[in-house]
Structure formats: structure tokens, C-alpha cells
């Protein structure tokens, strides 16, 4: 577990981000409110959530659906307009726990998992809006659909498998500017005609705001620096 910043640390860093995304967004015309700002809690603790739920953020985002199930279900039942996005790899066997958990699956990045999906939220009767996860920088060890069939794969999950597709999500590779991927994702979403941008993490929301964001997945700058076992 990550050692968090202290409620009163998480509070103000709650509201210098949102202060960011507000100016970033003025800048280009925007409305700061088309900006959903997911706090990424992963390694950190139910303390560090509550610390955010205290200071008005509902919207949380996990990279591990096994982590995810030992935190929120309880956190859940005290504020149930918790809204809980998954933004890791999800494997195929763990479906039924992500459906039944997430509100919001932000990692659709191949058919298999699509399909399984589909056939999952139809058997629960619930239906988490979805993200599909484009690999923009084309990176072989990283997650998503590449650019080149992102179009197809949309039609794919939203058209034949009634997938409730909202938009893209991506992460740029961390020794490249990310502004072209952001911008090429915007591209990617227009051209399939989806609305979502889940783009923009602690170092580069504000671009990722300026490029037509609509989420933005921010974790260390509001909880502190992560520590893995
Ligand atoms: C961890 C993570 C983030 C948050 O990263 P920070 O740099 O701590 O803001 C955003 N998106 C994904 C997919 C992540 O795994």
C-alpha cells in the first residue's frame, strides 16, 4: 500500500487540479464542466478515498479488479454516488467481477474480452459504459487496439455487440510529447463518432484538457507518490 498524502494534502490537491482543469479549459473555450476528473486510487488505501469523498470527488478510477473488490464494495455502501472506473488490463476470466463492480470499463482493447463483455452484461442485467483502449503510440508491450483498427473495432463492439461505448481512451508512450496522441485520438473518436476522450494523467491533464478531453485519469498529484511491493 502507498502511503497517501494526509486528508488535508489530498483535499488541496483535490482543488488545485480541478482549478487546472477549470483554467486549461477556459483557455481553449471550453466549460470546465465537460471535464470528469477520475482520481486514480490505485495502492492507495480506503483512508485515502474516503479523504477525497470527504472533499467532494466521487468519481474514482482502479488498474486491478482484485484491488478494486477489497476497496470500494464498502466504500460503496457509504456513498453510493461513488462512481468506479476500471483503467487497467482486464483479463477475460475476471469479466463477471468487472461488470459487477465497475461503473465505467476503460480497457476494451481486443475482441475476445469485447464478447465476453456482451455476454456478461447481458447475463447481469448491468451494462458499464465502455472505453476502448487505443495504443497510439503503437508500443508492443502495452495495452489496445492499434489506431489502424480502431474504427472497425468500435463498429465491432458497439454495433454487433451492443457494447455502450462512449469513447477512447489512451496512454501515451512516457518518452514521447503526448499532445500528438491526444490529438490523434480525438481524430479516432470523431471518425467513429463517439464523444468520450479518456486522455491525460498528473503530468499532462492540461494538454489532454487544451485536446478535447472529457476524462482525465489523475492519481499521484492528488494521493502522492506510489510505492510497489
Ligand atoms: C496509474 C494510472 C493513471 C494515473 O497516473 P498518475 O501519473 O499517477 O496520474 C492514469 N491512467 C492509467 C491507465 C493508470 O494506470
Known sequence: MSEA???AGVAANLADIRRRIERAALEVGRPAGQVTLVAVSKTFGIGAVEAALAAGQTVFGENRVQEAQAKFPELRRRHPDLELHLIG???????ADAVALFDVIQSVDREKLARALAKEMARQGRRPRCFVQVNTGEEPQKAGITPAEAAAFVRLCRDELGLPVEGLMCIPPVDEAPAPHFGLLRRLAGDC??????????????????????HVRVGS?????????
Open 193 to 214: 463518432g463517439l464523444t468520450g476522450l479518456s486522455m491525460g494523467m498528473s503530468a499532462d491533464f492540461e494538454a489532454a484538457v487544451q485536446l478535447g478531453a472529457t
Open 89 to 95: 488490463p482486464l483479463q477475460s476470466n475476471k469479466t
Open 5 to 7: 498524502a494526509d486528508a
Open 221 to 229: 498529484a492528488i494521493f502522492g507518490r506510489r510505492s510497489y511491493p
